[in-house]
């Protein structure tokens, strides 16, 4: 069984080429120490995180109890795989990109993080309790959320279709390809929502369904790909890219936008109308504007994911067809 930390083990992330080298159809690399020279990020619990500075008018946006309470509540999740969210080599400290920019956020309204892991259906639970501030957790903006949710976008979202090296010519540009395959996906998430929709458009052609399979830790799918129970796992595109390069036993056979029809992306989480959100989209606007975000992205090779600029609210993924 793969263990927390031997998913993290690999302790150097080597940047250049790790996260854009194993596009679709590419092979990928047994052992990223090998890719190409680039910085190098330890994936062990001391970060040292990229870290801004309090913004006052910014800060005046957040609701008085929050401010007089001093810290953010941030959900997160910590069993998908680097560079998103994930445990450091200590087993039990959550790091990746998701806890950086969360961190950003915090220090730009004059808050202290406090991070609060969850399973992913515990965050929503947490989110909707308001127990959690904010969610980070590589969460898409979909139709369906934005009637409980505000969200505050901060990155693009990417999804892969990652499917064993051997599986030769065999490239997903649409719901066609993946008729009558076994897929995996993680329950709840977006990436479902297109997966069932695209097998209901195989259905209606008259072309086979997707037997759907669900895997809710990165370790289960991995196992799941390496024995060839699944053709593929679609999930995250930076996750896939990740193991891809760590492995050396899989390939990306197919990418697309995790908002379907739509750009997707990627958003910071609350409670609808807990009065947080503008705070929250300001920050995000702030450290944009400084740079501290282009670093921070830069640090886990996820600059082809940034955004201009933070948005409340915007279009999302459109419900499942029925």
């Not at 993080?113 to 979909?142: H, K, M």
């Not at 997966?195 to 809710?216: E, H, N, T």
């Amino acid at each position: 069984m793969i263990t927390r930390t031997a998913a993290a083990a690999t302790a150097v992330l080597v940047m250049a080429g790790l996260l854009s080298g194993c596009g679709p159809g590419a092979t990928g690399t047994a052992d990223p120490v090998a890719a190409p020279a680039g910085s190098r990020i330890d994936l062990g619990p001391d970060q040292h995180r990229i870290r801004a500075a309090k913004v006052a008018a910014i800060a005046a946006e957040v609701p008085a109890a929050v401010r007089a309470r001093g810290t953010l509540v941030i959900g997160g999740t910590a069993d998908t795989a680097p560079p998103l969210s994930f445990y450091a080599t200590d087993d039990k400290t959550p790091i990746g990109v998701e806890y950086d920019i969360a961190t950003l956020v915090a220090d730009t309204l004059g808050l202290r993080p406090r991070f609060e892991v969850a399973s992913w259906e515990q965050l929503f639970v947490g989110l909707d309790s308001g127990a959690y501030d904010a969610g980070f957790a590589n969460i898409t903006v979909t139709e369906e959320r934005k009637e409980r949710y505000d969200f505050a976008t901060y990155r693009l979202d990417e999804l892969a279709f990652e499917a064993p090296k051997d599986a030769a010519g065999w490239k997903v540009t649409g719901p066609k390809d993946v008729a009558g395959k076994t897929i995996a996906v993680s329950s709840g998430t977006n990436q479902e929502k297109i997966l069932l929709d695209w097998s209901a458009k195989d259905v209606k052609a008259g072309l086979k369904p997707v037997d759907v399979r669900y895997y809710q830790r990165a370790s289960d799918y991995y196992l799941a790909l390496q024995s060839h129970r699944i053709d593929a796992y679609l999930g995250p595109d930076p996750t896939a890219a990740y193991h891809c390069a760590v492995s050396g036993r899989t390939r990306i056979v197919g990418t697309l936008s995790g908002g379907g029809s739509l750009t997707g992306k990627i958003a910071a989480t609350t409670r609808k109308g807990d009065g947080l959100v503008k705070a929250y989209a300001d920050a995000i606007n702030e450290v944009i504007r400084n740079g501290d975000y282009a670093k921070v992205l830069a640090r886990w090779g996820l600059s082809a994911e940034a955004v201009p600029r933070s948005e409340i609210n915007p279009p999302g993924l459109p419900r499942t067809s029925q």
